[in-house]
């Protein structure tokens, strides 16, 4: 491998290097500071509080009723989970096993909700489901996940599924093995490291998404990140402390799936199978 050692090179690689630590360094120093103000008893004008305390996060516990907002949250993300899982997996096969007219046209309808901005289809997507009666409501908050939640399956599990040789599910055939069986039996073990890689990122996708879920939640269907929002501009006087201890609150809810979510997938292999995919 060849490089370039002039000084062009040098100052442009150098500047690169400032910009990703500068990014890096706020970064750290927004999230620091969050922290910080969440175990505060009182912090104006100085570098460091003037005491610590964990009180803020038994008053943000019960002053936002956490408890109640994170039963909601993960009832409604396992059942985006499930429910992406079942319609993602079944379509991806579809699409990796049969060619038909339009197949195309199929995939870059499938690509739009994960290349589009949220709030640009949020908004009609919401006037339909309270136009349905489900808007406000659990299964509201539940379909309009869905849009964004099934075509992103399907496109991270066609890779998987193509790179299962037919001959494998014609020889289970052969042998006796019904739909049902070749699914369980050769297929499942298979698709299982793509299944579990895609439904991790989709469970930390719904719950950190934000447009779709404030556009149809009511006040009893609010993730965790939506009650964040109301907390913050919602009239009356909070403590800014119990404000950041909830902000923490969901920042190591979101970390605590992603970590779990990476040690399943690496997401240079899913862009590099997209990748082969788009030029065969």
């Known amino acids: 491998m060849i490089r370039d050692t002039t000084i062009g090179a040098k100052l442009w690689i ?24 969440s175990v505060a008893t009182r912090w104006l004008g100085t570098w460091l509080p003037a005491g610590w305390t964990t009180n803020w996060y038994f008053t943000a516990w019960s002053e936002f009723q956490l408890s109640d907002v994170l039963i909601v949250t993960f009832q409604i993300a396992f059942t985006v989970v499930a429910l992406s899982g079942l319609l993602g ?22 690509l ?3 290349l589009v901005p949220p ?48 001959k494998v599910e ?7 093995a019904g739909t049902f069986q070749l699914f369980v039996h050769v297929l499942l073990p298979m698709l299982l490291p793509g299944i579990l890689a895609a439904l991790l990122l989709v469970l930390v996708r719904t719950i950190a998404m934000f447009e779709l879920t ?3 939640a009511g006040p009893t269907s609010q993730t965790l990140v939506v009650a964040l929002y109301y907390s913050v501009f919602a009239s009356g006087v909070r403590a800014v402390q119990s404000i950041d201890a909830m902000a923490v609150v969901y920042m190591v809810t979101t970390l605590i799936w ?11 292999q899913i862009v590099a199978r997209a990748k082969q995919q788009t030029t065969a």
Do not use: C, H
């Not at 500068?22 to 927004?30: C, R, Y």
């Not at 997996?89 to 499938?110: H, N, S």
């Open 170 to 176: 014609a020889a289970a055939r052969v042998f006796g």
């Open 89 to 110: 997996v079944t379509a991806a096969y579809a699409l990796a096993r049969r060619d038909f007219p339009g197949k195309k046209l199929v995939m870059l309808l499938f």
């Open 112 to 114: 739009l909700p994960l």
């Open 14 to 37: 150098t500047a690169v290097w400032v910009v990703v630590a500068f990014f890096v360094i706020n970064l750290l120093a927004m999230i620091a500071t969050v922290i910080i103000s």
């Open 258 to 268: 992603l970590l779990i979510a990476l040690r399943f997938v690496n997401p240079t």
């Open 119 to 166: 709030i640009t289809f949020g908004i009609p997507l919401a006037t339909v489901l309270y136009q349905a009666g489900v808007g406000g409501t659990f299964w509201g908050v539940v379909l309009a996940n869905l849009v964004p939640t099934v075509p992103f399956v399907i496109l991270v599990m066609i890779p998987f599924i193509e790179q299962i040789d037919p």
């Open 214 to 216: 404030f556009l149809t």
